[in-house]
């Protein structure tokens, strides 16, 4: 190769290079904001009014922290506020008109071995008042679901709860994967049972889009990440004709227990974990599905990788508060206090 020609592969390579990293600069950058004031995992973000709502939190153990804090992004500031009514773990969470509804998690058993006991209460959270009420509640108990809500309707999907015959989840005992779908009419306080999910899991990842309910990933055979495996499942779900369809390009990467969020038509998923018997760990990445395009796009990655993080959209920035840094099943955590917002370059 003459001197000219490897002086044009030169450049070329560079522009490739530079080319790809402006790309990747295109979409956003990362922001350190104020750190979580009480690090913990299986934390459940929420957006409502313009500020982020983080409940939850999970003791070693599975005793819940029933947490409930709130962050300006104006001020950048953490206030806490009342502990949930009934403390619980990976309950699902959505917002409408201003309110939260919380349904359904794991408590902790009070006899017998220790376990993951699944519940069936719904409540209302006012964030003006900072109270909580109870609702009608749902006609299934268990957690690690995923949440869309439609008009009027709150659509709670898939979950785990107790395998026949057992009184609660624990290590090394056969566990139920629901793909089990109920509707809850916020007007009446009335459930209803709909067209169950194709392939049932929890932990999963979900997001509304066109009034069409999109649930990403999570994991099959258990709720418990030692007994289960991740999937990269896809799936629509159509309120209106209450028809599913798994024509949906499959996750870049199998995960479970991330944080997914809405933004501009796009579902996010960021973060989770995995296990096999070779490795475990946390994910960093974050991806985005298109349901326009049936596309899936990887975006830059998390600085750090954890799971059980809280996640929720204020404006053009995707929050991921907390988690833990490595999988679950140690014995021992590694919570994080970071609080972390990929701020995606404007519309």
Do not use: C
Request: glycine letters at 12%; a neutral charge.
């Amino acid at each position: 190769m003459t001197n000219n020609h490897a002086r044009v592969v030169r450049w070329l390579v560079a522009a490739v290079i530079a080319g790809l990293a402006g790309a990747v600069h295109a979409q956003g950058r990362w922001l350190k904001l104020a750190p979580f004031p009480e690090p913990s995992e299986e934390l459940i973000g929420a957006a409502a009014g313009g500020k982020m709502y983080v409940f939850g939190g999970y003791e070693v153990g599975g005793k819940p922290k029933g947490m409930v804090y709130e962050y300006d992004p104006v001020s950048d500031k953490w206030t806490k506020k009342k502990p949930m009514a009934l403390p619980a773990h990976h309950m699902v969470i959505v917002e409408h008109s201003g309110k939260l509804y919380v349904t359904g998690g794991f408590v902790l058993s009070t006899q017998g071995p220790p376990s993951w006991v699944p519940i069936n209460n719904v409540w209302q959270y006012d964030p003006a008042s900072d109270n909580w009420k109870a609702l009608a509640p749902m006609p299934t108990p268990r957690g690690g679901g995923g949440a869309g809500v439609v008009g009027e309707r709150i659509y709670v999907i898939g979950g785990a709860t107790n395998a026949p015959g057992e009184t609660g989840l624990r290590g090394g005992v056969a566990q139920q994967v629901l793909g089990t779908v109920e509707e809850y009419y916020i007007a009446n306080d009335v459930w209803r049972t709909k067209s169950p999910m194709p392939t049932p899991r929890n932990h999963v990842g979900a997001g509304m889009i066109n009034n069409k309910i999109y649930i990403v990933g999570g994991r099959i055979g258990a709720a418990w990440i030692t007994m289960a495996s991740n999937t990269d499942a896809v799936e629509e779900y159509d309120p209106a004709a209450d028809k599913w369809s798994s024509l949906r390009a499959r996750m870049p990467t199998a995960r479970s227990g991330g944080a997914s969020a809405v933004w501009f038509g796009r579902v996010l998923f960021a973060g989770g974990e995995f296990q096999d018997s070779r490795m475990m760990g946390a994910f960093r990445a974050m991806e985005a599905y298109e349901p326009v395009t049936n596309t899936w796009t990887q975006l830059p990655s998390m600085p750090l990788p954890r799971h059980g993080v809280a996640g929720a959209v204020i404006g053009n920035r995707f929050h991921l508060v907390s988690g833990d840094l490595q999988s679950a099943g140690t014995g021992f955590t590694m919570h994080t206090p970071s609080h972390d917002a990929f701020e995606f370059d404007a519309k």
